[in-house]
């Protein structure tokens, strides 16, 4: 199973492998921050409009599960679902597999829409909302990952 | 790193915002606050044992397994920043925390909580502790099992509505 959006491929950089010989944790949210770039690109949210409307977005929370390690030179890609939208804040989900289609990782987040000025929490333009909506109602058709909402513990 | 103790968490020296690490928007992407988070333990790793040394002698080391941001204030070029650590729980192959990044003026930029795993690299699989990490680590446990469980763990994502 996988999620409906497909992001394109990246190669790991060299300086994000760390000494077990693997990509590093932290880098992981590079790519997947690079997938959510693409599709908020799609959806007016992008460089440009950040750039231009003296509105931005801003990242207000991200979990990532670590599933399998990435060795150095690796490609992969990133897949997405809109969980939830609201009038300043939507829900999403991620996946990160490598170029050969096995899972690397999962990304949960949530990315609020920012009034510069403040900066502070601001409604989307009718379009951008509308665009949301929709990508909303056309990924309600894959089902949610049994993944999202689990706690975070040790097992004993 | 120093082993300095605020308010019973451990903090890491200060860490600054570098300039490769500023996006379109201004400010420390947010891709970045994982990497101060993962330098910022990096003492308490080195205390209960883990590191380079370790990995090459016992050929085990520590895999994150789940890592959860919670991004509470912007951070701009320049900014110094401590990391906090608090553990919370510690089983036979695992070990759960939270951080806190606190920027020099005192307030928190960025809360994390991870769970890192205890990794036999011939696997790579979960492996159990050996006795004298496992004790260091019930030690700090110990040491820190006073300090109140913060409210946002455990907590499923969502919006407000």
């Known amino acids: 199973m996988t999620l409906p959006y497909r992001a394109a491929e990246q190669v790991l950089k060299p300086e994000w492998i760390d000494f077990n010989g693997h990509l590093n944790m932290a880098y992981y949210v590079v790519l997947f921050d690079w997938g959510v770039d693409e599709v908020q690109d799609q959806i007016g949210l992008g460089v440009r409009y950040a750039e231009t409307s003296g509105f931005t977005t801003f990242s207000a929370e991200f979990r990532i599960r670590y599933v399998r390690e990435l060795p150095p030179g690796s490609r992969v890609y990133s897949t997405f679902r809109l969980l939830d939208v609201g009038p300043k804040a939507y829900h999403f989900c991620q996946e990160l597999r490598h170029a050969d289609g096995w899972l690397a990782a999962t990304g949960e987040g949530i990315s609020l829409h920012i009034d510069r000025s403040g900066p502070k929490v601001a409604p989307y333009p009718a379009a951008v909302m509308q665009n949301l909506e929709a990508m909303l109602a056309d990924h309600a058709a894959t089902p949610v990952p049994e993944w999202i909402g689990q706690p975070m513990g040790v097992r004993k | ?161």
């Open chain 2, 1 to 161: 790193m120093s082993a300095a103790v605020l308010e019973g968490k451990y903090v890491s020296d200060p860490m600054e915002v570098r300039p490769e690490w500023i996006d379109h928007n201004g400010h420390m992407n947010m891709a970045y606050y994982g990497v101060l988070f993962d330098h910022g333990s990096s003492h308490v790793y080195r205390r209960i044992g883990f590191g380079s040394a370790y990995r090459k002698e016992h050929r085990h080391t520590t895999f994150s397994g789940d890592f959860r941001v919670r991004y509470l204030r912007e951070l701009k070029l320049g900014d110094r920043v401590r990391c906090a650590f608090q553990m919370l729980d510690v089983g036979p192959k695992s070990f759960h925390y939270v951080q806190e990044l606190i920027h020099e003026d005192g307030w928190v930029a960025a809360t994390g909580e991870e769970l890192s795993l205890h990794i036999d690299q011939s696997g790579p699989r979960v492996a159990p502790y050996p006795p004298g990490i496992k004790a260091k680590l019930d030690e700090i446990m110990d040491e820190q099992a006073h300090l109140p469980r913060p409210d946002y763990v455990g907590k499923p994502m969502g919006l407000r509505k």
